[in-house]
């Protein structure tokens, strides 16, 4: 499809040549002509991405820390592409990003200096800088962690431990991908500082949880993974904002949990009430 972008547009996230911000979609285009083709989005805190069907792997936006990959740092307002194909997927954090190609290789880039890229340091990176050859098939960016899934169901995490979202039952950062899990994991989500997983069919949760967004009814953070209790049905995604939460049951239904500051979660009713259990979110169709 094509792609129309809104909001904040200080630093060129949106792509349309300025830094305007829009309270209306405005549509993307390279060389005048409208984006079209794109298959998967991602944004970061100033910067965005998409991918287009034959694989190529597009930036714009922020770039002060290399999150773009384009080999320098740069802010770009207008699309510049990264890779020309073989990408399958693009997360960004907040100022950091990872690549996952279609051979299951995952490369990042960007902010490292809580070790979030991985690579076993603290240092920036302006272009992708591939971590593992093989294996990925899933991954997840967070304020300043990442996650990613390998093919075996396990979990792996790096980057800031602030709140424990790394879940190794600790809060230093880590620059090299710690297992959370060996195997059995099927969705990851990654928050500012909290981390969602899906594990056969329930769902876990660890970092932070000043405003319940971990949905075990307490605001207590916790560093090592914990079993989100009450929920009953298959779990089929999650889905982690800054401080809040979502997930989908089997049903099609959307829960929601954590900051509801200013209504973030969607549910209607108790505004800028937080939720440290979760709440259905009601169907507009009915």
Same mark, same amino acid.
């Given at each position: ?15 349309? &040549? ?23 989005? @991602? ?5 965005? /991405?998409?991918?287009? @069907? ?8 922020? !770039?002060? /820390? ?26 960004? &954090?907040?100022?950091?990003? $990872?690549?996952?190609? @279609? *051979? ?10 809580? #070790? ?9 990176? !302006?272009?992708? /800088? ?6 990925? +098939? ?8 990442? $996650? /990613? ?9 790096? &980057? ?72 009953? &049905? +298959? ?23 954590? @900051? ?7 549910? #209607?009713? *108790?505004?800028?009430? *937080? ?12």
């Amino acid at each position: 499809g094509t792609l129309w972008a809104i909001g904040d547009n200080q630093y060129g996230q949106l792509g349309d &040549g300025t830094t305007t911000d829009r309270s209306l979609a405005v549509e993307v285009k390279v060389g005048g002509i409208a984006v079209t083709g794109v298959t998967d989005v @991602s944004a970061g805190d100033n910067h965005s /991405f998409y991918i287009k @069907s034959d694989g190529s792997l597009w930036a714009m936006g922020d !770039n002060q /820390f290399g999150q773009l990959g384009n080999g320098n740092t740069t802010n770009q307002a207008t699309p510049i592409q990264i890779l020309a194909n073989g990408v399958s997927q693009i997360a960004a &954090g907040s100022n950091h990003s $990872l690549i996952l190609k @279609s *051979d299951a290789s995952l490369s990042v880039m960007g902010l490292n200096v809580n #070790g979030q890229l991985g690579n076993g340091n603290n240092t920036n990176q !302006n272009s992708p /800088f591939q971590i593992l050859a093989s294996g990925v +098939t899933d991954i997840a960016g967070g304020g300043n962690h990442s $996650l /990613f899934l390998k093919s075996d169901g396990s979990l792996w995490a790096m &980057g800031s431990n602030s709140s424990g979202q790394l879940g190794d039952g600790d809060t230093a950062d880590l620059s090299t991908p710690y297992e959370v899990e060996t195997n059995g994991v099927t969705k990851i989500a990654a928050g500012s500082s909290h981390s969602l997983y899906v594990k056969n069919n329930y769902l876990w949760a660890m970092g932070e949880n000043s405003d319940g967004q971990l949905g075990d009814s307490t605001t207590w953070d916790r560093n090592r993974p914990i079993f989100v209790p009450g929920i009953e &049905g +298959t779990i089929t995604d999650v889905i982690a904002g800054g401080n809040h939460s979502f997930y989908v049951r089997q049903n099609g239904s959307i829960w929601a949990m954590g @900051s509801d500051h200013v209504g973030q979660l969607g549910v #209607g009713d *108790d505004l800028y009430k *937080d939720k440290n259990v979760s709440v259905q979110i009601p169907d507009s169709t009915n």
